[in-house]
């Protein structure tokens, strides 16, 4: 499923706050139309900066908003048999963009397609990057939609004292654009060539030729093709060829900020669900993307109807370094595993005790497994960590039912101590009744995650 997420944001004076969406929204047309790939409604509101008081009609939603939005979205696509996503968007904000690159889905695969980072320099007369994206936006929006384009003469006036309001973030409106709808044309026909090529895997040519044979008018194809998604969902249920809705069930969902003495150094995107497996089973799938400056930490588990691992993934990638760890359960209890980092690779194989849960010290939703446990009176947990090639067994310490405050509201909490007696490891853990992870605060490094948000 192709879907398309805009933006409604002041650009510059001559230039509608929907710019954003209007490109995207053609685009998607374009695309869908030439590879055959369902598109999807397009998602008018993005993250977006603040604003100016002078910019009427532009709005913007939070980023948790949009990723939560969009998380919601594709969980219930997937349920319909949706299996790959591509987010598609012509908005630049690093807000904006997190929000897309950090959507977590039980199994389908997400693309995030940035349509402006294209390269078009050749293509444009400006010089510098703010020059260049006015000369970009306006170009495309002659060619796209002349009529919303301002007074026809393509040029934004210096902003003058009065102006001072509507000048985009980061600086002055430029002088003169230099943009045509000529130009525009080609502008859109390299992007939508590029992404129909690399992305959807249909050639420039073909995409080239569907999109000159259309009309620039807004009709009803979009609407038509929304109606498609709905229809071709319904009918892959009634063939038995997607699984039954609310099959795949979300546990948990949300964000951590992870501190250290205060300083705020990371944040922990994640999502846990429950869906079915063969006849009557069931397993979990947790994914999250956590980052510490430049530094990513992307993990995938599928455990077993008891919390126990199946299959699991991490790449770490930023500061110089790359990392990969990719395992997988056997017979008889072993579990494999490939680890790569830099240049370097090797093979591990673990025996795992009945039980084992996975860990990993930047992964703080994972806990969550090894909270199930605690909630249902375990007091010996093996674990295994398989970015340290650490397998500990865990002491559970019930401590005392105490709270956790989250945006200034007190949520109910049990306090539990989790520490391997011939290690350093130990961490303390605030769960609630679900076992769903509140707050998590490690000793030895001094590192405390908390949630953003209360559990929904």
């Not at 490109?23 to 900066?49: E, K, M, N, Q, W």
């Not at 943009?179 to 026909?189: F, H, L, M, N, V």
Request: charged letters at 20%; one cysteine or more; aromatic letters at 4%.
């Amino acid at each position: 499923v192709l879907l398309p997420v805009g933006a409604i944001v002041p650009r510059w004076a001559h230039l509608p706050v929907a710019c954003d969406t209007l490109i995207i929204d053609h685009l998607a047309d374009d695309l869908a139309a030439c590879s055959g790939v369902l598109r999807a409604p397009t998602v008018a509101y993005g993250a977006t900066a603040p604003a100016p008081p002078a910019a009427l009609g532009a709005t913007s939603i939070r980023k948790k908003t949009l990723h939560r939005m969009l998380n919601d979205l594709l969980a219930e696509w997937e349920t319909h048999g949706v299996d790959e996503f591509v987010l598609l968007t012509a908005h630049r904000n690093d807000a904006h963009l997190e929000a897309l690159a950090t959507v977590i889905t039980a199994r389908a695969r997400v693309r995030v397609v940035d349509a402006l980072a294209v390269d078009c320099t050749d293509l444009l007369d400006a010089s510098g990057p703010e020059p260049r994206d006015e000369e970009t936006a306006t170009s495309l929006l002659l060619h796209l939609a002349p009529a919303l384009v301002g007074d026809g003469s393509h040029r934004t006036p210096r902003a003058g004292p009065d102006d001072a309001a509507t000048r985009p973030p980061g600086g002055d409106l430029p002088t003169v654009t230099g943009a045509t709808a000529e130009k525009g044309a080609r502008i859109y026909a390299r992007i939508l060539g590029r992404i129909a090529e690399r992305v959807l895997g249909v050639s420039a040519a073909a995409a080239g030729d569907g999109a000159g044979g259309r009309t620039r008018t807004r009709s009803a194809t979009a609407v038509t093709r929304a109606i498609t998604i709905a229809a071709a969902a319904a009918a892959g249920i009634a063939a038995g060829t997607a699984p039954a809705r609310a099959q795949i069930v979300a546990v948990d969902e949300g964000s951590f900020v992870v501190t250290r003495a205060g300083a705020t150094i990371g944040r922990e995107q994640f999502r846990i669900v429950r869906q079915p497996v063969g006849a009557g089973g069931a397993a979990f799938v947790a994914r999250s993307v956590a980052g510490y400056g430049t530094r990513r930490v992307v993990a995938a588990l599928q455990t077993d109807s008891t919390g126990a691992p199946v299959r699991y993934q991490v790449d770490v990638r930023g500061d110089g370094a790359e990392e990969r760890v990719l395992a997988e359960r056997g017979t008889g209890g072993h579990f494999a595993a490939q680890v790569r980092r830099g240049r370097g690779e090797g093979a591990r194989e673990y025996l795992l005790a009945r039980g084992t849960v996975i860990v990993d010290d930047e992964a703080f939703h994972q806990l969550y497994f090894l909270a199930r446990r605690a909630l249902t009176g375990a007091t010996l947990v093996p674990v295994l960590v398989p970015r340290t090639d650490a397998q500990l067994t865990v002491l559970v310490s019930r401590v005392a039912s105490e709270t956790v405050t989250i945006v200034g509201r007190a949520v109910p909490a049990t306090h539990f101590v989790l520490a391997d007696p011939t290690t350093a490891w130990r961490r303390d853990v605030w769960v609630d009744g679900d076992a769903r992870v509140l707050r998590v605060f490690a000793p030895g490094t001094g590192i405390d995650a908390v949630r953003e948000d209360p559990p929904r």
